[in-house]
């Protein structure tokens, strides 16, 4: 057998690879949970057995994301994008203020178009090219509207692979809004600075189906205009995200990879890994004309590393090479073509020294 194929790597952006160990444990949850003679996919939201999946995974995301006792933690469903639609519904004060929308790429581009069905968002570009290079203009520079009612930024454009770290640190009185779907668990945040953070799972997390939402409890209003209760904050922290039945597959194995990072060592540890596997790919990348990316050092992404080969028609041959080698999901979004990988913290640094080691043979063969 082909010695390069005897791991395979997913770099997918989401559903993105989970750990191998977690995906063992859940085949044992999957038949009979916990010794229970049931399996993981039988077992009511409401039993004490599943009580206590989401219980410990609710104590541990607060204690990996260091979450203050004010701040109420809710499992949705509906994806990132279903928040696109709950932060106006939720949020907006029928008082003819309206919110700003950081535009930094695709993803906070669309939540910006979801919410003028509910409202005129102030939609604030913060891009630019410098050289030739993308690059997110400093906070101080973003030019926010005093009187918003909230403002609404992607700190991670999974699609663009770009990427803000300065956190947010505006006045008190600006409720901040966050999509961290690709951001989530990847890096120490201060969710202090936030009003609301919220994230769908299949990047950092677990499987798609489960949704995290991170609200300051004085956010949690009855919504000033009409929102679905599935949607409506208020009713889903009363409830305890248990308003109707929760994604508990999901939520399982989503708990089965908040433990592993646990024992990885929490944030920190993974934080410096996810930045150590990022810093070798750019580096390989900024090693040769070969290939281009084209986003300033400051605002690289650690998850999306997105890249191009300088001849594109290179790329469908890199795709299938690629892919031959043991090396999966290499391609970029379709919005924007080109190629990415994702290196969430699930992927070993193994895996990105044999996407690096596949990147010099293909340049070697086809230079
Ligand atoms: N925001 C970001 C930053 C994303 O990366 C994605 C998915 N790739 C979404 C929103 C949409 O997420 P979902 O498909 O869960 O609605």
Redesign the pocket.
């Known amino acids: 057998m082909d010695k390069n194929k005897d791991v395979i790597y997913n770099f997918s ?2 559903p993105a690879m989970l750990p191998k160990e977690i995906l063992k444990t859940a085949q044992l949850g999957l038949c009979n949970w916990q010794n229970s003679g049931k399996s993981i996919l039988e077992i009511s939201h409401r039993s004490k057995e599943f009580t206590s999946v989401i219980e410990s995974l609710e104590y541990n995301l607060r204690d990996l994301l260091n979450v203050p006792k004010y701040y109420k933690v809710l499992f949705c469903h509906g ?4 928040q696109f639609s709950a932060i106006p519904m939720n949020l907006l004060k029928n008082n003819g203020r309206n919110p700003d929308y950081i535009n930094s790429g695709y ?1 906070s581009y669309s939540a910006a178009l979801e919410s003028r069905k509910y409202c005129v968002p102030n939609i604030i570009n913060v891009r630019k090219i410098l050289n030739g290079n993308h690059c997110v203009c400093s906070i101080k520079n973003w030019e926010i509207n005093t009187n918003n009612t909230y403002l609404h930024y ?1 700190p ?3 699609i663009e692979g770009i990427a803000i770290y300065e956190e947010p640190y505006f006045k008190d009185d600006i409720i901040v809004v966050g ?1 961290f ?2 951001t989530l668990f990847s890096r120490i945040i201060d969710i202090t600075r936030y009003g609301i953070i919220y994230a ?1 799972a ?1 990047k950092n997390v677990g499987p ?1 189906g489960v ?1 995290i939402v991170i609200v300051h409890e004085d956010l949690l209003k009855e919504p000033k205009i009409v929102c679905p209760s599935i949607l409506n904050y208020n009713i889903l922290s009363k409830s305890n995200s248990m308003f109707n039945t929760p994604a508990t597959f999901s939520l399982y194995i989503s708990g089965l990879v908040l433990e592993w990072m646990k024992k990885l060592g929490g944030l920190k540890t993974i934080q410096k890994s996810n930045e150590k596997k990022a810093n070798l790919l750019y580096n390989m990348i900024d090693s040769t004309d070969f290939y281009i990316n084209n986003v300033m050092n400051h605002n690289r992404s650690f998850m999306n590393v997105t890249f191009t080969i300088a001849n594109s028609n290179l790329h469908s041959l890199f795709l299938k090479e690629s892919y031959d080698f043991g090396l999966h999901c290499l391609n970029g979004h379709n919005v924007i073509g080109g190629l990415r990988a994702s290196i969430y913290n699930a992927m070993p640094i193994e895996g990105v020294m044999k996407l690096i080691k596949f990147m010099k043979i293909f340049e070697k063969k086809y230079e």
């Open positions: 952006a989401g994806g990132a994008r279903g993803w992607c991670n454009e999974t999509d779907s690709s769908s299949q798609p949704t």
